[in-house]
């Protein structure tokens, strides 16, 4: 029984494109993230949200954007994807805010 | 302008012994600190945690140190085993946002080879 959970695992599409990523958990957790994994290997911090309230949006073109339906969904949306978008994102929920996060197995997305 | 550091990309170990995995910090706002262990095509799993009120923590074969005075925090293992392979991510926490905002920044990783 899968605590977070993120589809689709891979997302090969091309430039320009809208694409969008699904995420739940049934955790019970208030707080939700969506990270980025970059060619590097960083994992950085892109939104949390608490509550369904967005309290944290990192330096991230608007061309992202999440939306939480309800405390157990986070998405992300991306419009208009670009070639530098291609990375490992990740989606993980928490509770309370800042102590261990359960994340979900990733999602590879290439933009082409 | 990274603020959690793990400047060992790798280390190798082998099977038996201790696995000493390094971070550094720069900011005293973080007040509590994850260790994540990372396998290929998977998310991060929880490992271990401190808050900064404690200078160690330990779970089994894992043991979190935390010099506050230093900045600095590692996990050991002991001993090591073959399945331990992996990539640890040093994690801190703390109302360290632009704005007073409370997150968790990760370091970079350093990927952890057991050999048998």
């Known amino acids: 029984d899968t605590a977070v959970s993120q589809t689709p695992k891979y997302l090969v599409t091309q430039m320009g494109n809208d694409k969008s990523i699904k995420c739940e958990q049934n955790l019970g957790h208030d707080t939700m993230y969506w990270y980025k994994q970059d060619s590097k290997k960083f994992l950085k911090i892109m939104f949390s949200?608490?509550?369904?309230?967005?309290?944290i949006n990192e330096t991230v073109p608007n061309r992202f954007s999440p939306k939480s339906p309800d405390k157990a969904h986070l998405n992300l949306h991306i419009n208009s994807l670009e070639l530098g978008d291609s990375a490992v994102y990740f989606c993980?929920?928490?509770?309370?805010?800042?102590?261990?996060?359960?994340f979900g197995q990733g999602t590879r997305l290439t933009v082409v | 302008d990274q603020q959690v550091k793990q400047n060992s990309p790798s280390l190798s170990v082998q099977e038996g012994r201790i696995s000493i995995l390094n971070c550094d910090y720069t900011n005293s706002m973080f007040d509590y600190f994850l260790w994540y262990k990372k396998y290929p095509a998977e998310g991060p799993t929880f490992l271990i945690s401190i808050s900064s009120i404690k200078d160690k923590n330990e779970d089994g074969r894992f043991t979190v140190f935390l010099n506050k005075s230093a900045k600095h925090l590692s996990l050991h293992i002991v001993p090591s085993q073959p399945g331990d392979s992996a990539v640890y991510f040093c994690a801190a926490s703390g109302s360290v946002g632009n704005t007073g905002g409370f997150k968790t920044i990760f370091g970079a990783g350093t990927r952890l080879f057991v050999k048998a």
């Open positions: 949200y608490n509550n369904k309230e967005l309290i």
């Open positions: 993980a929920s928490s509770q309370p805010l800042g102590t261990e996060a359960f």
